[in-house]
């Protein structure tokens, strides 16, 4: 589905992905793993379109994505769930969903998605009047996936989806989203907690200094003794 082939990213005169590669086949629930600063958002903003790449193919579905508009990339079936949820916090909770499904295309099932979010997140459908800021960290990441979702995307981008969230409700968000995995939604998760992105990926890429240096299965990777100190970037 997805193919990133020698991707370099620049930020201004600072270069912050170099010769980046990596592959997703439909289906898959593929992680990107590494320390703060290690070029994970970078990454996965250059596949959705926030950033221009300076090298590199980004091939989706088996046509060329790289520096597109990521409006284009929503239409055809990509979202982002952005770190942070950048959310909008004076609007309300369904207004919130309901910008998830700007596009032209995605307009007529605007009530459709709606239903879809209430039913993965029921908390949503008794707070959709309610002001996003007035949600605890836990539901406005609820929000913030419910919006990505209001698209239909077959391929869901995760930056950090658990940043700030108590445990019970990263629980529950897990749940969620493995029923979309079983549903057949195509994941690519930004994590920086080793163990839980592990256990929901089915393979995983760890990138250091904005190079992919591994990449193998859960337990191909715990079993690599230089692991933990790429993800963690003690080397």
Not at 58 to 84: C, F, K, Q, T
Not at 179 to 190: K, Q
Not at 199 to 214: H, Q
Request: charged share 25%; glycine share 10%; aromatic share 6%.
């Amino acid at each position: 589905m997805l193919e990133v082939k020698n991707l370099a990213v620049d930020h201004g005169q600072l270069r912050a992905l170099w010769d980046v590669s990596l592959s997703i086949g439909a289906k898959e629930r593929v992680g990107l793993l590494g320390a703060n600063g290690a070029g994970k958002s970078t990454t996965i903003g250059a596949i959705f379109g926030l950033y221009q790449p300076s090298e590199g193919e980004i091939l989706y579905e088996g046509r060329s994505i790289a520096g597109r508009d990521s409006a284009l990339n929503v239409n055809d079936g990509i979202a982002l769930v952005p770190e942070g949820r950048r959310l909008f916090p004076e609007m309300r909770v369904r207004e919130n969903l309901e910008m998830g499904a700007y596009a032209p295309s995605k307009r007529a099932s605007v009530a459709q998605g709606l239903e879809r979010c209430y039913d993965l997140f029921p908390v949503l459908k008794e707070k959709a009047n309610q002001m996003a800021n007035e949600l605890s960290g836990g539901q406005q990441q609820m929000v913030a996936i419910g919006r990505a979702l209001m698209s239909n995307p077959r391929l869901l981008l995760l930056d950090e989806p658990f940043l700030g969230v108590a445990p019970i409700i990263i629980e529950e968000v897990m749940a969620a989203l493995r029923r979309l995995a079983n549903e057949g939604t195509t994941f690519l998760l930004v994590e920086q907690n080793i163990h839980r992105a592990l256990e929901f990926v089915d393979r995983a890429y760890v990138i250091e200094n904005g190079r992919i240096v591994m990449s193998g299965t859960r337990d191909e990777l715990l079993g690599d003794p230089d692991f933990g100190s790429k993800v963690l970037g003690l080397d």
